[in-house]
């Protein structure tokens, strides 16, 4: 087993509480990239919204962002490989969402763009709980008046999140989509809607990656837990779902691992890096 690539989700799968990449994991990946293993984070989140604990690790360069809508250059800041929704289908999406009254997010060049008066409504009028005020507090958006303008204006976002409804709503915006084509839709968490184009997954971006430095698949280890995780535990030579993984996600890694919380990520890559 030659592992060089190291291919990690963050929320759920290397990051706790969305928040904290713990001590554990943190040496585990720390140690790996010091062996010159290549460290690829591969998250749901955009460029900007990336932690600092995870892109100053050493090993990493490069970085799978918006469920592989874009891979970007960590160094340059640029972007060298992007899926991203199209003009068109994106003003599609917006005829459907602007039916609903939910927090929206678009993604575009590794940013995040909302409404005016969203991030201060989200906690009262949206009733964001606790655990999701961090995803509105920490990071800096672009707002706009209207989302209906922002699509006519001819954006191509990277992904389109939901990041909080309610479970009949989620599901009923996502057989929506689905009848709609040419769309990835993914949850990475039981309340959220994650929207991508139909070419974009993690997988695929991870495999880019790999072929950019000369790689295989074998020689990729890639962890996840959820959903939008599963095309890149499918692509990856050797795949590890978190113990307190989606049973999705499960299915599609060879092995399962103790629950993230319990430093999963350190135990595979001791496993299958560190110690093989």
């Known amino acids: 087993m030659d592992i060089r690539l190291i291919a990690f989700d963050l929320d759920g799968t290397?990051?706790?509480?969305?928040k904290y990449l713990s001590e554990g994991n943190r040496a585990a990946l720390q140690a790996a990239g010091e062996r010159g293993v290549h460290l690829l984070p591969a998250s749901g989140r955009m460029r900007d919204f990336l932690p600092e604990a995870v892109t100053a690790l050493p090993g990493v360069r490069y970085a799978v962002t918006a469920n592989g809508a874009a891979v970007y250059d960590l160094h340059t800041g640029e972007a060298v490989y992007r899926r991203c929704i199209s003009a068109e289908k994106a003003r599609q999406v917006q005829g459907i969402l602007r039916e609903y009254d939910f927090y929206i997010e678009y993604y575009e060049n590794g940013s995040a763009i909302?409404?005016?008066?969203?991030?201060?409504?989200?906690?009262?009028?949206f009733g964001f709980p606790p655990s999701k005020w961090h995803f509105?507090?920490?990071?800096?958006?672009?707002?706009?008046?209207s989302f209906d303008a922002l699509v006519e204006e001819g954006i191509q976002p990277e992904k389109i999140n939901l990041p909080?409804?309610?479970?009949?709503a989620r599901d009923e915006i996502w057989r929506r989509l689905e009848d709609l084509g040419g769309l990835r839709v993914t949850s990475s968490i039981p309340d959220n809607l994650e929207i991508n184009a139909g070419d974009a997954d993690k997988g695929s971006a991870v495999l880019a990656v790999a072929?950019?430095?000369g790689f295989s698949r074998e020689n990729v280890l890639?962890?996840?837990?959820?959903g939008n995780d599963v095309t890149m535990l499918k692509a990856a030579g050797v795949s590890v779902a978190m113990g307190d993984g989606s049973q999705e996600a499960m299915?599609?890694?060879g092995y399962t691992t103790v629950p993230h919380n319990e430093d999963g990520v350190a135990e595979a890559v001791?496993?299958?890096v560190l110690e093989a």
């Open 14 to 18: 290397a990051i706790l509480d969305h």
């Open 270 to 272: 001791r496993r299958f």
């Open 114 to 125: 909302t409404r005016q008066g969203y991030p201060e409504m989200a906690r009262t009028y």
């Open 164 to 168: 909080f409804l309610t479970r009949e």
């Open 136 to 145: 509105v507090d920490a990071k800096r958006y672009r707002l706009v008046e």
């Open 222 to 226: 890639a962890l996840g837990d959820n």
């Open 251 to 253: 299915s599609a890694a």
């Open 211 to 213: 072929g950019m430095l």
